[in-house]
């Protein structure tokens, strides 16, 4: 991509995010249940999770597209629960960027404007503007279908600038894109958040995306949230299992405990202790990076050794056939049914209820 986002741009005024006890029910499928959040002023918020966890729903109903079943949603201290999305004071980015092949660039930059009677002079100077900030000045003659796919994003991301909102709604923007394209845009519309000042509501799937970009965090689970924290705590301390194993590349291992000799082992092998006796049924994390190759350790069998480059990622198996992957630095040649043991930190290792997926407090063992 050779275009990039130009012209210092005058901050606008972020406001805060709030939805309180917010459910979305679909006869007897609850779609959201009982979600509270509050986003910041001028802060990037990722809506993480996977499909059908209810991130797009949330979404939805923030913009005003959708009705809430119960709970309120508050922008920038009003209750606009049932307010129609005109006058919620939010713009909004589709997955499939909703632009009409029959007007030209400039047209459907304004087009929102336009119906909402805005005068043609201070149309002529939002669009002047957006198209400084994204670098399409010289697109603004062109149809869509004459664009590719970073241009066209480009064009919506320009209609929501426009709208001059508080507050702007993405929903998967970036899906559609290559991987290449993605990650410039990553840090384009980064770049253009930190520099309107505007306060970002982001829905993606992906994990890098919510890593990479966001300073709050939310992750949904069948909808509910399952964690709302920076994307550094979300990594560093997991609140559940589901937490943990979502989040990270490769994602962590989590390895069913039993008790041993002296403590609590991995199932299927007779050590080393990785924490001490438990009362309870529970899954040891540790990310794959977290491991290295040792004397001394937990037992593996390499089931096969990946060179990506920079590292190499080596599924094994551990115990009764648990799966355990290692991201180990450069290239390690390992050969393929060959036995290792892995080592870590004592505070690299992570400890969740088997059952109910959350969080436990523990004094972990070095390894």
């Known amino acids: 991509m050779t275009d990039q986002i130009t012209s210092a741009t005058p901050r606008a005024a972020g406001v805060v995010v709030r939805l309180r006890g917010v459910s979305r029910r679909f006869g007897q499928v609850a779609a959201l249940d009982a979600v509270s959040l509050e986003v910041a002023a001028g802060s990037f918020c990722v809506l993480l999770g996977p499909s059908g966890c209810g991130k797009t729903t949330c979404l939805r109903i923030v913009a005003g597209l959708e009705q809430a079943s119960d709970g309120t949603v508050e922008i920038g201290g009003r209750d606009v629960t049932h307010l129609p999305p005109a006058r919620r004071g939010v713009a909004m980015v589709f997955q499939s960027y909703a632009l009409f092949p029959h007007l030209d660039v400039a047209e459907n930059i304004v087009f929102g404007l336009k119906a909402r009677g805005v005068p043609k002079p201070e149309r002529a100077r939002r669009l002047e503007r957006a198209a ?92 509910r949230i399952e964690q709302d924290a920076p994307p550094a705590d979300v990594y560093a301390q997991p609140a559940t299992a589901f937490a943990a194993s979502f989040i990270g590349t490769p994602p962590m291992n989590l390895l ?91 505070a690299d290792f992570h400890l969740f209820d088997a059952a109910t997926g959350q969080r436990l407090q523990f004094v972990p063992q070095p390894v």
């Open 256 to 346: 069913p405990l039993v008790p041993g000799a002296g403590g609590m082992v991995v199932r299927g092998t007779d050590g080393p202790v990785l924490v001490p006796s438990l009362s309870t049924e529970a899954l040891a994390g540790i990310r794959p990076e977290a491991l290295r190759l040792a004397d001394a350790g937990i037992p593996a069998t390499v089931l096969h050794a990946e060179y990506l480059g920079a590292d190499t990622v080596a599924a094994c198996t551990v115990g009764d056939g648990i799966r355990l992957l290692a991201r180990l630095p450069g290239r390690a040649a390992i050969p393929d049914g060959a036995t290792v043991r892995f080592a870590a930190d004592a």
């Open 132 to 223: 400084a900030i994204l670098g399409i000045g010289h697109l603004l003659a062109r149809r869509p279908g004459q664009l590719s796919g970073g241009q066209q994003q480009r064009v919506a991301l320009g209609r929501a600038i426009v709208a001059e909102s508080p507050v702007c709604l993405m929903d998967e923007p970036l899906s559609n894109l290559d991987a290449q394209l993605r990650a410039d845009m990553r840090r384009e519309i980064l770049t253009l958040q930190r520099r309107l000042g505007i306060t970002m509501l982001y829905v993606t799937h992906d994990q890098t995306e919510a890593m990479g970009m966001a300073d709050q965090v939310v992750l949904l689970r069948n909808g």
